[in-house]
Antibody, heavy 120, light 108 residues
Framework: QVHLQESGPGLVKPSEALSLTCTVS?????????WSWIRQPPGKGLEWIGY??????NYNPSLKSRLTISIDTSKNQFYLNLRSVTAADTAVYYC??????????????WGKGATVSVSS | DIVLTQSPGTLSLSPGERATLSCRAS???????LVWYQQKPGQAPRLLIH???SRAAGIPDRFSGSGSGTDFTLTISGLEPEDLAVYYC?????????FGGGTKVEIK
């Protein structure tokens, strides 16, 4: 069974970088899945951040200038780095596995989520 | 960007009733790329329906999806108390991937 677990600081200062790690168990991060990040501001809906897939990345244009998603195959982990954060980046951040099967795309495995607050 | 509009915002029904949730896209979306998720209070979202109408593994058959083009529907036949949740539709027919704003299902 595949599990994803987010980790990282729960509090980040404005203008600094938010960095999160997702540890994958039960599957190889080298396999052909879309290793993704989704966030959810308090009391609001879901926002796609972006993904890493087979050596390529795809980012939400609204975040692209501040965002890097990367992987470390030796650790079976993938990462989120969001620079120059503001209070608007306060959210629960989910790491998620995206899956493409038979011309369908869906996100089938979700981490429990990491709460990140941006505040001085 | 493809905008997904979900309605109603909140649905309040009694156990055993039928819930009909709507997801309307701002442009045509291939059914292959229309997905529904369930998010229970305090939990991460869970995959419910993919390809507009295929139930994910372990999802009870009271959940069904339908639709095409710009209009999609999630139906819960015979509400159970544990169906209390927010339901989101999502598309990836075109980048960026987008979600609807969600429909909250309350159980009377």
């Amino acid at each position: 069974q595949v599990h994803l677990q987010e980790s990282g600081p729960g509090l980040v200062k404005p203008s600094e970088a938010l960095s999160l790690t997702c540890t994958v168990s039960g599957a190889s991060i080298s396999s052909y899945y879309y290793w993704s990040w989704i966030r959810q501001p308090p009391g609001k809906g879901l926002e796609w951040i972006g993904y890493y897939y087979s050596g390529n990345t795809n980012y939400n244009p609204s975040l692209k200038s501040r965002l890097t998603i990367s992987i470390d195959t030796s650790k079976n982990q993938f990462y989120l780095n969001l620079r120059s954060v503001t209070a608007a980046d306060t959210a629960v951040y989910y790491c998620v596995r995206g899956n493409q099967q038979s011309y369908e795309y869906y996100m089938d495995v979700w981490g429990k989520g990491a709460t990140v607050s941006v505040s001085s | 960007d493809i905008v997904l509009t979900q309605s109603p915002g909140t649905l309040s029904l009694s156990p055993g009733e039928r819930a009909t949730l709507s997801c309307r896209a701002s442009q045509s979306v291939s059914s292959s790329y229309l997905v529904w998720y369930q998010q229970k209070p305090g939990q991460a979202p869970r995959l419910l329906i993919h390809g507009a109408s295929s139930r994910a593994a372990g999802i009870p058959d009271r959940f069904s999806g339908s639709g095409s083009g710009t209009d999609f529907t999630l139906t819960i036949s015979g509400l159970e108390p544990e169906d209390l949740a927010v339901y989101y539709c999502q598309q990836y027919a075109d980048s960026p991937l987008t979600f609807g704003g969600g429909t909250k299902v309350e159980i009377k």
